[in-house]
């Protein structure tokens, strides 16, 4: 039995996040980011969910947002590097910035999303993915965000979606983005170990659960 036990230990060890920087990766086709004036035309909104890479291809699969980046939000240290944040003493969470259309997805619409796709009952952790760095987390950036934010974790309260829900809903300070090579890191790296076993079958239980929520596959 302990024999299993490690064997499982190791498994999960070798499909987390913070083990998979030194894959070899095979290009897909890639989307065109927009520059920085065309995103200045969109709101933005700050969300942790465990690993970035999955939660950027799911917001990216959405219909209304236009861009999603990388980053590190909710820590005491400057610019912090990915290994730094990976020891879980820097106090980041690893966030994803949505820059999104309003007239076409509202922010309760990315709540929906956000809790459509991870589990907010397991505090700081996401699958194989443990530690603070991995914690369920809203950064709000004003009243209206935080009050919808708290409203619709009493609302799935209430239906009883989740027994429980550890999601810190706390203000926005600072959004610190991620190293280069970790943006689209799905679409760039699609035979990755941690991409093939973790991070597209949670995009595809995404899908499954809010079709209604995704944009037009391009022929």
């Known amino acids: 039995m302990k024999h299993v036990v490690f064997f499982l230990i190791v498994t999960l060890l070798s499909l987390s996040a913070c083990g998979q920087k030194n894959k070899s990766a095979e290009k897909s086709q890639l989307k065109v980011d927009k520059s920085p004036a065309e995103l200045a035309n969109y709101?933005?909104?700050?969300?942790?969910?465990?690993c970035f890479w999955c939660v950027e291809a799911i917001y990216?699969?959405?219909k209304g947002v236009a861009e999603v980046e990388s980053g590190y939000s909710g820590g005491h240290v400057e610019n912090p590097t990915y290994e730094e944040v990976c020891t879980g003493t820097t106090g980041h969470a690893e966030t994803v910035k949505i820059y999104y259309d309003s007239t076409v997805i509202s922010y309760d619409d990315l709540l929906?999303?956000?809790?459509?796709?991870h589990d907010?009952?397991?505090a700081n952790r996401q699958g194989p993915d443990a530690g603070t760095q991995y914690r369920s987390a809203i950064f709000y950036q004003n009243n209206y965000e935080r009050d919808h934010a708290k409203a619709y974790i009493q609302k799935l309260l209430r239906e009883k979606k989740f027994p429980l829900i550890t999601t810190e809903v706390v203000k926005y300070t600072a959004f610190f983005k991620a190293e280069?090579?970790?943006q689209n890191f799905e679409c760039k790296n699609p035979h990755n170990g941690y991409i093939e076993a973790v991070s597209e079958p949670r995009l595809e239980r995404f899908k499954i659960k809010a079709?209604?929520?995704?944009?037009?596959?391009?022929?």
């Open 43 to 50: 709101q933005v909104a700050y969300f942790g969910s465990g």
């Open 120 to 122: 907010p009952t397991t």
């Open 211 to 219: 079709p209604e929520m995704l944009k037009e596959e391009k022929k």
């Open 112 to 117: 929906k999303v956000f809790y459509d796709s």
């Open 180 to 182: 280069e090579y970790h």
């Open 60 to 62: 990216e699969s959405v």
